[in-house]
């Protein structure tokens, strides 16, 4: 994600309707051409007039939102964070079931967590656990180590300089459409779509590119 201002909406890498049963075609319409295009369409508006940030990618935002002037500085972190969470979100899914995991990522999940069903309880436990609108986050620490953390609104781990492996969105508008108030429904479904090649590579990236990226 090295593009920069002005951001533009991100393609789909699959057909709204690519993730049926599990992922509803209305909600993946709604969720990427009304909220994410929306989050787009504010953080170019809030930037527009302050062109020495025209260059800064969304990670560089994020990193510095310290150094954002204070006048724009929470409407950058919102927008920009909606941004960056979704991207990664939409990219983490995938139509294709023959999805297999692959061996660094799942080494150190059995490692850590004793089993990969261990490791997805404990991510359907954090994703149940976030009160109001979030994410519940698979992130790496600075030593490589896996954490699953919740965060709020559109947050992000960069703030915390923490490795972003894998988001669920937990906001009302991911599910709420097709599953109603029954958010273990929308994470049961959810996990049949992740594409966990996705999150290897991100896992394996950040061994290779340890130093750049955080
Ligand atoms: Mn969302």
């Not at 995938?94 to 089993?115: A, D, H, R, W, Y």
């Not at 559109?154 to 300089?161: K, R």
């Not at 599910?175 to 991100?202: C, G, P, Q």
Request: charged share 25%.
């Amino acid at each position: 994600m090295n593009e920069h201002y002005p951001f533009k909406l991100m393609i789909l890498p699959y057909e709204y309707n690519s993730l049926e049963p599990y992922i509803d075609e209305e909600t993946m319409k709604i969720h990427h051409l009304g909220h994410l295009k929306t989050y787009v369409d504010n953080l170019n508006k809030i930037l527009a007039n302050y062109p020495k940030l025209h260059n800064w990618s969304l990670e560089k935002i994020l990193y510095n939102i310290s150094s954002i002037p204070k006048e724009i500085k929470l409407a950058v972190k919102n927008n920009a964070g909606g941004v960056y969470n979704h991207n990664l979100y939409f990219n983490s899914l995938s139509p294709k079931k023959e999805i297999n995991l692959s061996t660094n990522f799942e080494n150190t999940v059995k490692k850590q967590f004793g089993s990969f069903d261990n490791y997805l309880s404990e991510l359907k436990e954090k994703s149940l656990s976030v009160f109001g609108s979030g994410y519940s986050y698979v992130v790496l620490d600075i030593e490589g180590n896996i954490m699953i953390i919740t965060t709020k609104n559109q947050d992000t781990p960069l703030e915390l300089n923490l490795y972003p492996l894998l988001p669920i969105d937990v906001w009302e508008h991911a599910y709420y459409l097709k599953h109603k108030n029954k958010r273990v429904e929308y994470i049961e479904d959810i996990f049949k779509v992740i594409n966990w090649n996705i999150i290897e590579k991100r896992y394996n990236d950040f061994f290779r590119f340890n130093s750049n990226l955080l």
